[in-house]
């Protein structure tokens, strides 16, 4: 049974069956059952979503929020200047957080991103909103000159 994406949507339907040949011979459903528009489905990237200053070799929570995706998984790619870089995790369970491990040997860049994608649908997806920095903190060594 085809349902027309123009059905009025209700949740007291219930489907008739009858013979063709003795119209007193049917039976409903015994409960009523609905139909509505599906969904519609989302992935949105909460962190890093711009502005993050993180170092090569440490830990961060990468973070994402996202409703009615078909199948419970995410996949998380890391993109440099707009340009795919590698792969952090081709496939997590969709729970909104994934531990990520950043390699010490990470180019630095202030231009990355990461983009969360359904592995059931991967068309399905978000990225950063804006850039976040992988680098090495800054450190001086010289000594603040006194005359």
Not at 22 to 44: C, K, L, P, V
Not at 58 to 64: A, K, L, P, V
Not at 103 to 113: C, K, L, R, V, W
Request: net charge negative; glycine share 4%.
């Amino acid at each position: 049974w085809s349902i027309s994406s123009s059905q009025t949507e209700s949740d007291y339907y219930q489907v008739k069956i009858y013979s063709t040949s003795e119209s007193s011979i049917s039976d409903y459903s015994d409960n009523y059952f609905t139909i509505q528009q599906a969904s519609s489905s989302t992935i949105t990237v909460t962190s890093p979503n711009g502005g993050e200053n993180w170092e090569p070799g440490s830990s961060h929570s990468i973070t994402w929020s996202s409703s009615n995706l078909p199948g419970s998984n995410v996949g998380i790619q890391l993109y440099r200047s707009g340009v795919y870089i590698t792969s952090i995790s081709s496939s997590t369970t969709d729970d909104g957080s994934y531990t990520w491990s950043i390699p010490s040997s990470q180019t630095e860049s202030d231009y990355y991103q990461v983009k969360i994608y359904s592995t059931s649908e991967s068309s399905i997806s978000d990225y950063s909103d804006s850039y976040f920095t992988i680098e090495e903190p800054t450190s001086s060594s010289c000594n603040t000159p006194t005359s």
